[in-house]
């Protein structure tokens, strides 16, 4: 039994707090050597951010953060610090309710300009390239695969962080001009090895991960850190273990169900995007929940506490 929904958050333009930047679904805030992530109940869809919110989404995507960083934090360290409101700045406890289980504190760090992408099954874009070239992102593949079959092992595909439209691959030589050949190689075996910890979990729980997107920055000391979301519906594809079936496009618990909605309508896929209808929004909400209650277990109220 799923919680009743609480109210959703579009924006957050209440906090007196510094703002430091936006993304499509996430507000951040600069309090000196910190920042604060709000994550809001907007969902984003082919480079556009719709109308209309999923509830729930910012908070499960919070906890389901802050349930890796600290499942995976031996690997790497991460930039999480508290998603406790008491631990927030005392000018936003009075927006205690609004923020509570979306909102995390973390550590400032240089994000690097690249985002590190695991690939464990061919799908998406991966299955596109193969379908033109026989490969993946420069990797090449053996013939004859079918879409969602698995690789014959986990590929990194590195892509640029674009702020706005889509990112795009790049190859490893590329990426070595961007960072240098060292911090290249480091990021390239970190990334493998968290999404093949991550998959080795998510098989016991019920769930294939079939890809997903790391991102990393530099602390003051120059060390790596692992920032951003970790391994959510919006950054990673999660297919069913028990419906899994190569040969198409496996059901999946993310926002595909929002694509594939918005692909039956007569949108040229640029602003304004549509609004969804109540039964899409419950639909897209259940998914979230679900992918929490498989990773995590059985949602007690809201998801604040993992």
């Not at 805030?29 to 919110?53: H, K, M, N, Q």
């Not at 019920?206 to 920032?227: A, S």
């Not at 209808?277 to 909400?285: G, S, Y």
């Amino acid at each position: 039994m799923l919680p009743s929904p609480l109210p959703p958050l579009m924006e957050t333009g209440f906090l007196p707090l510094p703002h430091f930047r936006s993304g499509k679904v996430r507000e951040v805030y600069d309090l000196g050597e910190t920042l604060l992530i709000v994550a809001t109940d907007r969902i984003s869809a082919f480079d556009c951010v719709l109308p209309t919110p999923i509830p729930d989404k910012g908070r499960i995507l919070t906890a389901l953060s802050a349930f890796w960083f600290n499942r995976l934090g031996n690997f790497v360290p991460h930039h999480m610090l508290s998603c406790a409101p008491e631990d927030f700045p005392a000018a936003v406890r009075p927006y205690r309710d609004q923020l509570a289980g979306r909102a995390m504190l973390v550590r400032k760090t240089m994000p690097l300009p690249v985002e590190c992408v695991a690939r464990g099954y061919l799908a998406g874009s991966g299955w596109k390239d193969y379908q033109r070239t026989g490969q993946v992102c420069g990797h090449p593949l053996p013939p004859g695969l079918r879409e969602a079959d698995p690789l014959p092992e986990p590929l990194f595909t590195p892509a640029t962080k674009a702020a706005t439209g889509h990112d795009e691959n790049i190859s490893l030589v590329q990426m070595a001009d961007r960072i240098g050949s060292e911090l290249t190689r480091r990021l390239a075996e970190l990334t493998l090895a968290l999404y093949t910890a991550a998959a080795a979990y998510a098989r016991t729980r019920g769930l294939i991960l079939c890809d997903t997107k790391f991102e990393f920055g530099l602390d003051g000391d120059g060390q790596l850190v692992w920032i951003d979301e970790a391994l959510t519906p919006d950054s990673s594809r999660y297919w069913d273990a028990v419906a899994y079936a190569p040969g198409g496009s496996p059901p999946s618990f993310d926002k595909q169900f929002v694509r594939d909605y918005l692909e039956t309508l007569d949108w040229n896929k640029q602003p304004p995007a549509p609004a969804l209808p109540d039964a899409i929004i419950e639909a897209t909400r259940q998914r979230y929940w679900e992918a929490y209650r498989r990773l995590v277990g059985e949602p007690q109220g809201d998801p604040q506490h993992v």
